[in-house]
T-cell receptor, first 113, second 118 residues
Framework: SQQGEEDPQALSIQEGENATMNCSYK?????LQWYRQNSGRGLVHLIL?????REKHSGRLRVTLDTSKKSSSLLITASRAADTASYFC?????????????FGQGTTLQVKP | EAQVTQNPRYLITVTGKKLTVTCSQN?????MSWYRQDPGLGLRQIYY???????DKGDVPEGYKVSRKEKRNFPLILESPSPNQTSLYFC?????????????????FGPGTRLTVL
């Protein structure tokens, strides 16, 4: 079953604007990850945040994690047309070292030039 | 180059004709997994393997088989494909989350196999 749920399902913005995507999950986690998928292609790992971290940055990406609310957000600043893709959150179940990840259904982001 | 490869990339077949989709990784990862992706349903895990000769069912294992005889390979077998198995399939691998990897277990995905079962 899918644990992560992204919100919104679709987002359309103008180039240069910021894009924020949210993810909620249900059970305790070891870490939470965000992936990007260009249409019909394999997913690419963007960023990982551990359960004991609250915020992480990588270039134009900023991820926050609120374990009390079981939620995370991905912020893409100064978006570019090339950021157009689907974005998925994935959770690693807590206390598990199996490597298993549970993916949400994704947010489709369109950045208009 | 570190990568996960899948073959074939595209396949059109008919109901009942056994097929195998191969997956290979060159990163010495312990963990490998198969997903299917369908519109509106996201990625759903079919089977995963924590190491050689260790496999387990994911969320949607019905109609699929896997094997893990070698660390680098994790083939997906459809013994008798049906139209509801038409989908986009992804193989992924990751190192086992451990102190050695600082608890990181990000997955590396293959390019996908688009399967159509008529």
């Amino acid at each position: 079953s899918q644990q992560g749920e992204e919100d919104p399902q679709a987002l359309s913005i103008q180039e240069g604007e910021n894009a924020t995507m949210n993810c909620s999950y249900k059970t305790s986690i070891n870490n939470l990850q965000w992936y990007r998928q260009n249409s019909g292609r394999g997913l690419v790992h963007l960023i990982l945040i551990r359960s004991n971290e609250r915020e992480k940055h990588s270039g134009r990406l900023r991820v926050t994690l609120d374990t009390s609310k079981k939620s995370s957000s991905l912020l893409i600043t100064a978006s570019r047309a090339a950021d157009t893709a689907s974005y998925f959150c994935a959770t690693a179940p807590g206390s598990s070292n199996t490597g298993k990840l549970i993916f949400g259904q994704g947010t489709t982001l369109q950045v208009k030039p | 180059e570190a990568q996960v490869t899948q073959n074939p990339r595209y396949l059109i077949t008919v109901t009942g004709k056994k097929l195998t989709v191969t997956c290979s990784q060159n990163m010495n990862h312990e963990y490998m997994s198969w997903y299917r992706q369908d519109p509106g349903l996201g990625l759903r895990q079919i089977y995963y393997s924590m190491n050689v000769e260790v496999t387990d069912k994911g969320d949607v294992p019905e109609g699929y088989k896997v094997s893990r005889k070698e660390k680098r390979n994790f083939p997906l077998i459809l013994e008798s494909p049906s139209p509801n198995q038409t989908s986009l399939y992804f193989c992924a691998s990751s190192p086992k989350a451990s102190p050695r990897t600082s608890g990181r277990n990000e997955q590396f995905f293959g390019p996908g196999t688009r399967l159509t079962v008529l």
